[in-house]
């Protein structure tokens, strides 16, 4: 039997995704967000979360456009950290002692060591209690070769994702693979 254990923002699994955006001076700054995910297949978008005190919520509503960086599992300290520090107070990316590099496509910067990068241009904002979301149409994806799989598409293994448990306040590794999409449902179609 189901237990109520009332309104929560749980939802499994929540993306660890890095917003990587420029302040008004130019600094590459990054957050971490969980409360986000693709939202549109045509146009390509994706949509992040943000409470109106980050700073990264005054860049996006500055500069219009972020990417969206998908850390592997082995920057798990540098993503939390991205997380809990503001970037009113450091430079959360060079503390972390990554590097940025310009995007050609948007105003924002990303993160070279993050495999996957998603170029955005904000399309649309929604206010939703105490967060804006952003729309960002997907302009590019960048991924670094050593991701890519032999048939030329990104490797979930190899880019090494990471979730966050947001009942637990963990963060777990993506297990292998159980079945196809598309297919393994086709058994119960008749």
């Known amino acids: ?105 948007v105003d924002a910067p990303f993160i070279e060591e993050f495999p996957v990068v998603l170029e955005c241009r904000v399309s649309q904002t929604a206010e939703i209690g105490i967060h804006t979301q952003f729309i960002g149409e997907i302009l590019d994806v960048k991924v670094d070769g050593s991701a890519l799989g032999s048939d030329g598409k990104p490797d979930v293994e190899k880019i090494a994702p990471f979730i966050y448990d947001s009942a637990a306040r963990t963060y777990r590794a993506v297990g292998p693979e159980i079945a196809r999409a598309f297919s393994a449902g086709l058994t119960l179609k008749k």
Request: a neutral charge; charged letters at 20%.
């Open 1 to 105: 039997m189901k237990q109520s254990i009332g309104a929560k923002t749980l939802l499994y699994p929540h993306p660890v995704l890095i917003v990587c955006t420029y302040d008004a001076a130019g600094t590459p700054d990054a957050m971490t967000a969980a409360w986000g995910g693709i939202c549109s297949s045509d146009p390509p978008s994706v949509a992040v979360s943000v409470q109106k005190a980050r700073k990264t919520y005054e860049n996006l509503m500055a500069r219009s456009a972020f990417t969206v960086c998908i850390p592997p599992a082995r920057y798990v300290a540098e993503a939390d950290y991205f997380g809990i520090e503001s970037g009113r107070n450091v430079d959360k990316i060079r503390a972390a002692g990554l590097t940025t590099v310009q995007s050609d496509v």
